[in-house]
């Protein structure tokens, strides 16, 4: 089983960038499917993006789509989220999932969890 450690986040003014990075122990990295999800403040945790376990296929939600890229280097263990165009509705903690068993877009709670990084983005 992976651990997932995420790191990148940051205050970034309204029209930046960040990436996000996801760093996963372990040598069985490449045999999950990756997601990303974001957490704001009083609301509940949703899905923002995922990548299949070669990065062949990617899956964005709706209000993303064209503005951030989510990648994974199976090489160094690690699944990268950009984010450019950031608005203020992007403020979030996000976290990775890891899911040996199929593309995580929903929460089952099978799911492998990392400790969340905050993005907080300023108007």
């Known amino acids: 089983q992976v651990q997932l450690v995420e790191s990148g986040g940051g205050l970034v003014q309204a029209g930046g960038s960040l990436r996000l990075s996801c760093a996963a122990s372990?040598?069985?990295?490449?045999?999950?499917?990756m997601g990303w999800f974001r957490q704001a403040p009083g609301k509940e945790r949703e899905w923002v993006a995922s990548?299949?376990?070669?990065?062949?296929?990617?899956y964005y939600r709706d209000s993303v789509k064209g503005r951030f890229t989510v990648s994974r280097d199976n090489a160094k263990n690690t699944v990268y989220l950009q984010m450019n165009s950031l608005k203020p509705e992007d403020t979030a903690v996000y976290y990775c999932?890891?899911?040996?068993?199929?593309?995580?877009?929903?929460?089952?709670?099978?799911?492998?969890w990392g400790q969340g990084t905050l993005v907080t983005v300023s108007s």
């Open positions: 372990g040598r069985t990295f490449s045999s999950y499917a």
């Open positions: 999932a890891a899911d040996p068993n199929r593309v995580p877009i929903t929460i089952r709670g099978s799911e492998i």
């Open positions: 990548i299949t376990r070669s990065g062949s296929m990617t």
